[in-house]
T-cell receptor, first 115, second 116 residues
Framework: GAGVSQSPSNKVTEKGKDVELRCDPI?????LYWYRQRLGQGLEFLIY????????KSGLPSDRFSAERTGESVSTLTIQRTQQEDSAVYLC?????????????FGQGTRLTVV | AQSVTQLGSHVSVSEGALVLLRCNYS??????LFWYVQYPNQGLQLLLK??????LVKGINGFEAEFKKSETSFHLTKPSAHMSDAAEYFC??????????????FGQGTTLQVKP
C-alpha cells in the first residue's frame, strides 16, 4: 500500500482479555517500530524490528506485551490479560532503514480501550 | 537518559499571528531533531528535521525551526498561523551515535489552537 496501515482502528475490550493489533508497513521498509500514546502524553517507544528480528524490546512495559514480525512485513503486537492502564493509541511506524536521520512513516494508530 | 521537553501543552493563537512552539532536549551531544504534526484521526507526519549543516531548517506548510546548541533548543515557528494548522505537534530526538536504530524519543506534545 501507499502508507502504513494499522488495524483495527478502534478496539474496545474487557479487562483480562487478550488483544492483537496489526501493522502493515510500507513495502520494502526494513525497520518497523511500535509506540504507545497515552492520553495527554507523548509517544513511548515499545519495540523495534529490523527485518523479522527485534534487537530492541526495551520499551515493552511488561511480559504481557509481545510482538512479532513475519516476512519482513506484517507485525502483530499482542497484549495479554489487558488492564485498564493499557488503554492508549498504539502507533506503528516504518522506515526504509534503521538510521538516525531516516524519516519514519506512521500509521493512523489503533485506539485501544480496556473497560 | 535523553529527554525532550515541550513547554506548553496547549498554545492558542489568532489566525495570522506568529506561531512559536518550544522544544528543549537534554543531552551533551546534540541529537538529531524532528518535529512531527498529528492532525485529528491521522498518523504523525514529518514537518522538518535537523541532522547537520545549516541550523535554520525549513519544513512543509511554512514551518521552520532553528537549532540552537547553546540553548539546547529546537523551537518551531511559523510567521502567520492558518486555521488548518490546528493540530498536535511533537518534538522528537534520536541520539547521534553509530548504534542508533532510529528509535525516536518524543516530547509530550503541544496542541495548537488557531482562533479566527
Amino acid at each position: 500500500g501507499a502508507g502504513v496501515s494499522q488495524s483495527p482502528s478502534n478496539k474496545v475490550t474487557e479487562k483480562g482479555k487478550d488483544v492483537e493489533l496489526r501493522c502493515d508497513p510500507i513495502s520494502g521498509h526494513t525497520a518497523l517500530y511500535w509506540y504507545r500514546q497515552r492520553l495527554g502524553q507523548g509517544l513511548e517507544f515499545l519495540i523495534y524490528f529490523q527485518g523479522n528480528s527485534a534487537p530492541d524490546k526495551s520499551g515493552l512495559p511488561s511480559d504481557r506485551f509481545s510482538a512479532e514480525r513475519t516476512g519482513e512485513s506484517v507485525s502483530t503486537l499482542t497484549i495479554q490479560r489487558t488492564q485498564q492502564e493499557d488503554s492508549a493509541v498504539y502507533l506503528c511506524a516504518s522506515s526504509p532503514q534503521a538510521a538516525m536521520n531516516t524519516e519514519a512513516f506512521f500509521g493512523q494508530g489503533t485506539r485501544l480501550t480496556v473497560v | 537518559a535523553q529527554s525532550v521537553t515541550q513547554l506548553g501543552s496547549h498554545v492558542s493563537v489568532s489566525e495570522g499571528a506568529l506561531v512559536l512552539l518550544r522544544c528543549n532536549y537534554s543531552s551533551s551531544v546534540p541529537p538529531y531533531l524532528f518535529w512531527y504534526v498529528q492532525y485529528p484521526n491521522q498518523g504523525l507526519q514529518l514537518l522538518l528535521k535537523y541532522t547537520t549543516g545549516a541550523t535554520l531548517v525549513k519544513g512543509i506548510n511554512g514551518f521552520e525551526a532553528e537549532f540552537k546548541k547553546s540553548e539546547t533548543s529546537f523551537h518551531l515557528t511559523k510567521p502567520s498561523a492558518h486555521m488548518s494548522d490546528a493540530a498536535e505537534y511533537f518534538c522528537a530526538v534520536t541520539p547521534r551515535r553509530s548504534s542508533n536504530t532510529g528509535k525516536l524519543i518524543f516530547g509530550q506534545g503541544t496542541t495548537l489552537q488557531v482562533k479566527p
